[in-house]
């Protein structure tokens, strides 16, 4: 399974984006999807993950009310809506799949930037 994101970029503070990620192949129902991110040095953190199988979200204190995350199971594609970014936003975002989490499934990674 191969996960690829698009979507990161370059913007100003308060404004949004939306991230992608889609597998390669259709991958089971009970496997929950989420996106973790990381800066230079520091250790990965997750924002968010959705399982569809028990139709639960979860997401990081520090963008809850500004994150969302959901998933198109007929195209088997992830989006997290991102609004209200903020400058500590800035980070590489990782699409991640799998049994558990983190599962065992990583994509290469968007950059996400936050910059007036």
Same mark, same amino acid.
């Given at each position: 399974?191969?996960?690829?994101?698009?979507?990161? @970029?370059?913007?100003?503070? #308060?404004? &949004?984006?939306?991230? %992608?990620? $889609?597998? =390669?192949? /259709?991958? *089971? !129902?009970?496997?929950?999807?989420?996106?973790?991110?990381?800066?230079? @040095?520091?250790?990965?953190? #997750?924002? &968010?993950?959705?399982? %569809?199988? $028990?139709? =639960?979200? /979860?997401? *990081? !204190?520090?963008?809850?009310?500004?994150?969302?995350?959901?998933?198109?199971?007929?195209?088997?594609?992830?989006?997290?809506?991102?609004?209200?970014?903020?400058? =500590?936003?800035?980070?590489?975002?990782?699409?991640?799949?799998?049994?558990?989490?983190?599962?065992?499934?990583?994509?290469?990674?968007?950059?996400?930037?936050?910059?007036?």
């Amino acid at each position: 399974l191969q996960l690829v994101e698009s979507g990161g @970029g370059l913007v100003q503070p #308060g404004e &949004s984006l939306t991230l %992608s990620c $889609v597998a =390669s192949e /259709f991958t *089971a !129902d009970y496997y929950v999807y989420g996106w973790f991110r990381q800066a230079p @040095g520091k250790e990965r953190e #997750g924002v &968010s993950c959705l399982s %569809s199988s $028990v139709g =639960s979200t /979860f997401y *990081a !204190d520090s963008v809850k009310g500004r994150f969302t995350i959901s998933k198109d199971n007929a195209k088997d594609t992830v989006f997290l809506q991102m609004n209200r970014l903020k400058p =500590s936003d800035t980070d590489v975002y990782y699409c991640n799949a799998g049994k558990t989490v983190p599962g065992r499934y990583w994509g290469q990674g968007t950059q996400v930037t936050v910059s007036s």
